[in-house]
Structure formats: C-alpha cells, structure tokens
C-alpha cells in the first residue's frame, strides 16, 4: 500500500464511503481506513447466530439522497430497495389495532376505526408535512450559510430558503414555521384526538432521541425523518435486501470501481497536523500514511478529542466540542425466531409484520417510558419499534426461521445505579420480550436465541459516543449551522484541510448519504478553487 494519497477518509460507514466514491470520481486518489474488519459502520449485516442474519445498527434507511443512488450507479452494485406495506403497524391491548399505508385512502379507512375526526384530517395533515419536509429538504441540499461570514454563496443560499419558504404561501408558510420549535405532542393535539394515531406518529419524532414527545423541537425531529420521502406517507418503513449491509456493500463497490482504496482492521491512532494543515495519519500500529486531505467519518467529540492533538486546537473551540450533547438512549435486541409473532389483536400471518411493529399505543405511554430513563433507569414499559425482515427477505434466515431487530427506549448510556456490565443486560433483553409478549403472547416459546446491545456495546463497538445513533442529539440548538458547532457547520473544520462527513454534521442522522455527499462537494469546492490536485 503506497504511503501518499489525495485524500484519507477515516471511518467506513455509509457517510464516509459516499464521500470517498465522490472523491475519488473527481479523480482523486482516496484510502478509506476502517478500524472494524467490515465495512459499513452502523448500517452492517451481520450473522450472530448460525444462519441468522441481523441488521445489528441501523435496521431500516431513510430516504437515500436520489443523487446518490443515481450518480453511483448502486443498483448495478446490487441495491434494491424494498418499500414495505403498511409501513407501520402498532397493535393494542384492547383488541383493536391501527396499520398506516402508502396509500392515504387505505390509512383514512384504518384510522376511521379510531375516530372519523382524525380520519377527516389526515390528507390534509400529510400535505402540511409534504410542504414543511420539502422546505427542509431545501435546506438539507447543500451547506449550510455561514451566518456570521455573510459571503454572497451564504446570501444567495438564505435567499433562495427564504424564496421556497415564501413560495408556500402566507398561510402554509405561517404554518410552517409555527410547528418547527414545537413539541410533537402540542403538533399531533392540534390535529388529531385519537390516541393511538398520536403515539403512533410521536414515536418517529423521539426515536433515537433522550427526550419525551412532550419535549420542545420534537415536531422537529418528526419532520426530519420524512424529508425526501413522497407525500402522503408517513413512517414510511424502507429496507434492503440482503440486510443493510448490502447497501454499504453497494457504496464500497462504487467506490473501489472508481479507485477508492478500502482497508479494514486498521483504526487509527493520530491526525498528523503540521503547521495547523492536517498532513496524514498515524496508525494504531505505527505506519504512518499521507494525504492532503483528511476526512473523519466518526463523530466530532472523537475525532477532536482522540484523534487531534488538544494544543492544535483553540480552547474555545475544546469546549464547544467538550459540550456537543449525544445522551445515547437506545439499545437493540435482536431474536432469532421459530416462528412469527402471533399478536392477539391480528391473529395469523399477514401483511402487518411487513413494516415497522411500534409498541406505541400513546403519547402518555412514550412519556412515560422516558420518565425512567430521566432519572437514570431503564424503562420498565418500553417504546419498541421492532422490524421482521424476513417477512419480505427469506435470505436473511434459514427456512421457516424468522430475525427480529428491535430498537429498544429509553436505555440510558449513563445509569444511576450500576452499569451496564453487571447484569443489566440479561434484564434488558427479558424486559422487551416480555412488553413484546404482551401484544404477541407466542413469543416468548418462540425465541430461539437472543442478543442485546447496550448503549455502551452501541459505543464499543460502533464507536456511536454514548451510544447516540445520530453522532450528537438532533436538539434545536444543535442543528443547521450549529451542527455540529458553527466553526464546523461547513464540513471545514479549524484545522487547514480536515474536514468532517459524518452524521454529527449537518443535517444530521439516518442512513440517507446527504452528510457525506455535501462533504465531498464541499472538498472538491475548495479543492478547485485553492486549484490543489487533479480535481475535474
């Protein structure tokens, strides 16, 4: 392996494999440098359990930036995407049920059951969501503006939201900026009554999240996981088949086609900085490599804090880096089962185990599932979203065997009592079969083996700081040009040529590649215009 590069991205997840294959489409010459022995980061497939496959990070995409997957040519490197039907499914105790569809007039008729109001009011309420999504889908396409700066880019980038923002309309656009700070609960008050439909959408605006619906800026988190996806659909439920990891297999082989080096097993130690420039890095085991530019796909706290000498940096700067929030509150369980779940309120098998399973009856049951984690206990009445690929992928299981993938909240990183290694993690993983048992009570003979991974394994060995799987809250205060601080809002970082790619970035986490793909056009910007390399 030659010791001198382009370009150095450190970390293999599927922001900075996006931002290698861009690169390295420019013409530069790129090494991707990853400390596990796969590729992929958080969006891994990988087999625990013998022929048991388990989407072990993420276990569903967001809506992939369509330049991504167009100008990477990924279906030819073996991505299919499976948009699943109904997209969630959330059962109750009582009986009765609620499944959301593609189809609006399909979910109008399945909340109908609920309430005629809040049937009447879904086709209007999605259209609000389409316009609010598409004005941040606006603000997610490129950089944010540099508001202290104020160059002309900058002017012209504010300028052109404020013109989609006014296209709306006084009274949309009124609206709009109206739910951005509120709580998911005081949005979904305002348009519905019915409680199951409430806990059902609320529960896409905590997930990932160490905070309740009742929290300021959850309407917020809400409208960013629909950004990109076609209106009328809401918790739109995508996977690929294969696993996940077929898709970061995907951007690995798009890479490499175009020249991208990828080693595995290989973490690195340092960021060399000479002279306040980023020149290269050190590896764990000594080798020493070179770059002119340096790109760190791992979050900022660990990449500021582990990777960079804290004399390169000003103390300032540490401790805006010191303060970025992260508040890991998820863990995963993953089942290998001998059958599908057979719920109380839908015997039998059929299209409701296609997309997500939330175990979200209300807004009441998720706030008090975070009550717990407040106060530094694992919830003892969980929110769970939980997905069977195999309903719509059999590769991913032997025969007649089914994988279950569920995300688990609130499972806080820092417990009040104990930690995560003296036995909190058996009771864990009996915790969620046993909420899950009480909706599919066949599920606890169902289980043929069982695997749970605390925020602390989420950080062991993902390297997701406190196990927060977005790099950093998706907080108010920690969005646009202030994610993940404003001295690094524009992937640049203080340091001359290391910059950053990865979800702590702007506009923040799910498997969509907009991080990544932002960051490399932002690398081949100034690349062309300080005229370095052979950038076309």
């Not at 931002?19 to 420019?26: F, G, P, S, V």
């Not at 499972?411 to 909706?439: C, S």
Request: net charge neutral; aromatic share 8%; with cysteine.
């Amino acid at each position: 392996m030659t010791n001198s590069y382009d370009a150095i991205v450190i970390g293999a997840g599927h922001n900075g494999l996006v931002t290698a294959a861009y690169l390295a489409k420019a013409g530069l010459q790129v090494l991707v440098l990853e400390r596990r022995n796969v590729v992929g980061g958080a969006a891994v497939t990988e087999e625990i359990f013998s022929g048991f496959k388990f989407d072990t990070g993420a276990h569903r995409i967001g809506a992939l930036h369509p330049a991504v997957v167009r100008e990477l040519d990924l279906a030819r490197h073996g991505l299919e995407v499976i948009e699943t039907d109904p997209t969630v499914f959330t059962p109750l105790l009582d009986g009765r049920h609620l499944l959301l569809w593609r189809d609006p007039q399909r979910c109008v008729e399945s909340i109908r059951q609920f309430s005629k109001a809040d049937a009447n009011q879904w086709v209007p309420f999605t259209q609000l969501v389409a316009k609010a999504t598409s004005l941040l889908g606006a603000a997610y396409a490129s950089p944010p503006p540099n508001v202290v700066a104020g160059g002309v880019r900058d002017l012209w980038t504010m300028l052109r939201l404020g013109g989609r923002l006014r296209r709306l309309g006084k009274r949309d656009m009124t609206e709009v900026m109206r739910i951005l700070p509120m709580s998911v609960k005081e949005l979904l008050d305002d348009w519905f009554e019915s409680d199951v439909l409430k806990g059902t959408l609320g529960a896409a605006a905590i997930t990932g999240m160490f905070q309740g619906p009742m929290a300021a800026g959850t309407a917020y988190t809400f409208l960013h996981h629909h950004v990109g996806v076609n209106g009328g659909i809401l918790r739109p439920t995508m996977r690929v088949r294969g696993g996940i990891g077929s898709l970061t297999a995907a951007l690995a082989a798009a890479a490499t086609e175009r020249g991208t080096t990828i080693k595995t097993n290989a973490p690195v130690e340092r960021i060399i900085v000479e002279s306040g420039r980023a020149t290269g890095v050190v590896l764990e085991c000594g080798e020493e490599i070179r770059a002119k530019w340096i790109v760190s796909n791992i979050d900022p706290k660990r990449t500021f804090s582990r990777l960079v000498h804290p004399t390169e940096l000003d103390p300032e700067f540490c401790r805006k880096i010191r303060n970025i929030k992260f508040k890991g509150a998820c863990a995963k369980v993953h089942l290998a089962l001998s059958e599908l779940p057979d719920f109380t309120c839908l015997p039998g098998n059929g299209p409701h185990s296609n997309g997500v399973i939330s175990i979200s009856p209300s807004l009441i049951y998720l706030e008090r599932a975070y009550d717990d984690a407040k106060y530094g206990g694992v919830s003892r009445k969980p929110y769970l979203e939980a997905v069977i690929p195999t309903v719509t992928d059999s590769s991913l299981a032997p025969p007649g065997k089914h994988v279950m993938s569920i995300l688990v909240q609130y499972a806080p990183y820092h417990l009040k009592e104990g930690t995560w290694d003296d036995g909190r993690r058996q009771a864990l993983g009996e915790a969620v079969v046993d909420t899950f048992a009480e909706y599919a009570p066949n599920i606890k003979s169902a289980v043929l083996h069982r695997h749970v991974l605390t925020p602390l394994d989420l950080e062991d060995t993902y390297g997701l700081t406190e196990g927060n799987i977005y790099h950093g809250e998706l907080t108010m205060d920690q969005l646009f040009f202030m994610r993940p601080v404003p001295e690094c809002a524009r992937y640049r970082t203080p340091i001359e040529n290391l910059y950053l790619c990865g979800a702590g970035t702007h506009p923040g986490g799910g498997v969509n590649g907009v991080s990544g793909y932002n960051a490399a056009r932002q690398i081949l910007r100034d690349a062309k215009r300080l005229g370095r390399s052979s950038v076309s």
